[in-house]
């Protein structure tokens, strides 16, 4: 079984991600934000750094998902179908070029070639946390990131969480289901208690856990 986290920055899907891992008894993998030697240059200099950033995100994510593949279990706390709406996002706001984007959905397919042939293409379920804009904006400053803060960011936000709806919709290559993150506290165990109960049935339903919590 391998599951895959998505949604907007901001949202919660690292705690979801390491809860489910707990809880379901599978592997996590995350997006290493402190060992990401692009992000924070991105975020200082977007036209600088744009186009370098989603070629080092989309291999970070090949490899994961490699890796996560060969698991018995595993969980994803971003999907790597995700990454095309950020570099999109980019070029609409001048931040990449039409040029680099074009190199950018090149090496995506080429990539994605290369993922038809392992044991997993993609996640049997991906579970997306929506929110509002004002819910994401206060996680966001909320959490504390110097480099994401900044009224200059706020309209980068704005455009990545409108696409985020349009992708999600269009998202079509597995089975999907939607949480609204901002309905739960997951620190709080009584509302984990709830979305895991939500999860859990949706898992039961495609077959890929038992009653037990183990895997089908």
Known sequence: MMLSMAGMIGTGKTVYTARLAEELGIRPFYELV??????E???N???TWGFAIQIYLLNMRFAMI?????????ITDRCIYEDELFTYVNMKDGIIRPEEFDVYVDLRDNIMEEIEGLPKKAPDLLIYLDGSLDYVLANIKKRGREFEQGQELVDYYTKLHEQYAIWFEAYDVGPKMVINAEDYDVHRDEDWAEVYELIQEELQ????????????
């Open 41 to 43: 240059k991105y975020y």
């Open 34 to 39: 402190e060992e990401n030697p692009l992000l």
């Open 66 to 74: 490699k890796e996560a593949g060969r698991c018995e279990g595993s």
């Open 205 to 216: 339903e495609r077959g890929l856990i038992d009653e037990d919590c183990k895997q089908a």
């Open 45 to 47: 200099d977007r036209v």
